[in-house]
């Protein structure tokens, strides 16, 4: 059972230079998110979907995008990267029944330099 | 909205000794709160959730938290620490989406244990 797949693990950009983080899930969970992580800062939310065709913005949304065309994939594309956003990312996802826990993918270090 | 404050950033105890990190809460209702464990390098790990059916709850590990609505707190406590729970630990609350639940985090506690 592969649960929350992220890909890359790891990965180095140049500032303004364009790339996509790959999120897919396997428990057919209709909510997804996105999260960064930063020392100090706990886990923002970026991005989430409640549902294939549906997104909406988190607390910290600026210089992200994301689309859900499928329940199971929930891409993150940095469309101009800026060394604010060397971060490390998670992906997490939720069967979406009330209070049900979140599961979350192995996250993707990214350095922009 | 709503937030969760973790009052300490590193609580540093001595194996054997018992372990204490506080989390407190805002929330316009009854929320429902979480304790997630991320040892280094690894992604996050559900220890326990309060859902309002016992205000005591017990999760993996030997790790348990009380629910105090009159304190607004959720703190975690274990009698007894081991090695193995070094990690950073967050306290979550969730916020109600129609059928979802939308999820804030603290911002985390560091737990040394020293041998």
């Known amino acids: 059972n592969a649960g929350v797949t992220q890909t890359p693990k790891f990965q180095v950009l140049k500032t303004g230079q364009s790339m996509t983080l790959q999120c897919a899930q396997d428990m057919n969970h209709e909510y997804m998110s996105w999260y960064r992580q930063d020392p100090g800062m706990g886990l923002r939310l970026i991005h989430y979907s409640v549902g294939a065709g549906i997104t909406d913005q988190g607390e910290v949304p600026n210089g992200y995008n994301v689309s859900r065309s499928t329940t199971e994939d929930f891409p993150l594309r940095l469309l101009s990267a800026a060394p604010s956003q060397t971060s490390v990312y998670f992906c997490?996802?939720?069967?979406?029944?009330?209070?049900?826990?979140?599961?979350f993918g192995s996250g993707t270090q990214l350095s922009v330099l | 909205a709503q937030s969760v404050t973790q009052l300490d950033s590193h609580v540093s105890v001595s194996e054997g000794t018992p372990v204490l990190l506080r989390c407190n809460y805002s929330?316009?209702?009854?929320?429902?709160l979480f304790w997630y464990v991320q040892h280094p390098n690894k992604g996050l790990q559900l220890l326990l959730k309060y859902t309002s059916a016992a205000t005591l709850v017990k999760g993996i590990n030997g790790f348990e938290a009380e629910f105090k609505k009159s304190e607004t707190s959720f703190h975690l406590t274990k009698p007894s620490a081991h090695m193995s729970d070094a990690a950073e630990y967050f306290c979550?609350?969730?916020?109600?989406?129609?059928?979802?639940?939308?999820?804030?985090f603290g911002s985390g506690t560091k737990l040394n244990v020293k041998p």
């Open positions: 979550v609350v969730s916020d109600r989406l129609g059928n979802f639940n939308k999820f804030y």
């Open positions: 997490a996802s939720s069967s979406g029944t009330l209070n049900e826990k979140l599961f």
């Open positions: 929330s316009s209702y009854s929320p429902s």
